[in-house]
């Protein structure tokens, strides 16, 4: 039982480039999240997908994308990576909302 | 909307201190709370929750009381570790919606 996992841990992108942020979880869980990590700002939520098939903004959805592929998989892109995105990325998922959400290692990008 | 306020860190302590990090909330309804732990390079790990008024989570030696009076959630160890030093979040959960709210962390350093 590998609970969420994540890839890739660490990227690098220049401006401009685009990448998808990979989210796996093997618990059975319904509700799926990413957030970005910046210093002194705590979490911040950009998409989440309550179940199957659905995906709803956060609080700073723009500039990426979401794709919820199937129950396990939930993916982050970012079309055209700015600097303003280097960030550390967590994912995390829950049963269902508003419950206990157990996180991944988290990715760590830089755009330069 | 609803939100977290907590303590600004770092907090810095001998080992066997007395720890207390302060967080508030401010929410519509009875809210779930949560004390998350971030060690270094690491997700987040739930550490412990309350699911309503004057309930009290524990876990580790740490304790939070949930007070709907003050509408607080203070997180407390009698006796810190050198191991204990890490990111703690308070979050509650949005009833209105299938999501957690975080704070923006304190950092805790406790040096031998």
């Known amino acids: 039982n590998a609970g969420v996992t994540q890839t890739p841990k660490f990227q690098v992108l220049k401006t401009g480039q685009s990448m998808t942020l990979q989210c796996a979880q093997d618990?059975?869980?319904?509700?799926m999240y990413w957030y970005r990590q910046d210093p002194g700002m705590g979490l911040r939520l950009i998409y989440y997908s309550a179940s199957e098939g659905t995906t709803d903004k956060g609080e700073v959805p723009n500039g990426y994308n979401v794709s919820r592929l199937n129950k396990r998989e939930f993916s982050l892109r970012l079309e055209s990576a700015a600097p303003s995105q280097t960030s550390v990325y967590f994912c995390?998922?829950?049963?269902?909302?508003?419950?206990?959400?157990?996180f991944g290692p988290g990715t760590r990008l830089l755009v330069l | 909307g609803d939100s977290v306020t907590q303590m600004e860190g770092p907090v810095t302590l001998s080992e066997e201190a007395f720890l207390t990090i302060n967080c508030t909330y401010t929410a519509t309804g009875y809210p779930s709370l949560f004390w998350y732990v971030q060690y270094p390079g690491e997700g987040l790990q739930l550490l412990l929750k309350a699911t309503k008024a004057d309930d009290k989570g524990s876990n580790k030696g740490f304790e939070a009381t949930y007070r709907k009076e003050t509408t607080s959630f203070h997180l407390e160890k009698g006796s810190v570790q050198v191991s204990d030093s890490a990111v703690y979040f308070c979050a509650l959960s949005d009833r209105g919606t299938d999501k957690l709210i975080f704070g923006t962390g304190t950092r805790l350093q406790v040096f031998p």
């Open positions: 618990m059975n869980h319904n509700s």
């Open positions: 995390a998922s829950s049963v269902q909302g508003r419950e206990t959400q157990y």
